[in-house]
Nanobody
Framework: QVQLVESGGGLVQPGGSLRLSCAASGSIFSFNAMGWYRQAPGKQRELVASITTGGDTRCAPAVKGRFTISRDTVKNTVFLQMNSLQPEDTAVYYC?????????????WGQGTQVTVSS
């Protein structure tokens, strides 16, 4: 059974930074891709960033230049570094893993971690 365990969420002021972590129970090379979605209250879940087995990364236009996705292949962990956070980034952030050819189609989800950006 695949488990994805997230950490690193919290409350931060506008302009601040947070780093989210997602630890997989097995090798991240078991997946074609991993990444992050987020869901704000009353909104649909949206893709934030992804990283493939080969290390190719993509970020959504709304976060490009502020968020960076990376990984530690020894620790089987994926990270989301979030800088210049704004109130509109407030959401529950979910880690995912995909075994599909479509890198953004999740097969597994983490439990979610709350990120709140507020003064």
């Amino acid at each position: 059974q695949v488990q994805l365990v997230e950490s690193g969420g919290g409350l931060v002021q506008p302009g601040g930074s947070l780093r989210l972590s997602c630890a997989a129970s097995g090798s991240i090379f078991s997946f074609n891709a991993m990444g992050w979605y987020r869901q704000a209250p009353g909104k649909q879940r949206e893709l934030v960033a992804s990283i493939t087995t080969g290390g190719d990364t993509r970020c959504a236009p709304a976060v490009k230049g502020r968020f960076t996705i990376s990984r530690d292949t020894v620790k089987n962990t994926v990270f989301l570094q979030m800088n210049s956070l704004q109130p509109e980034d407030t959401a529950v952030y979910y880690c995912y893993a995909s075994t599909r050819a479509v890198r953004t189609f999740p097969d597994y989800w983490g439990q979610g971690t709350q990120v709140t950006v507020s003064s």
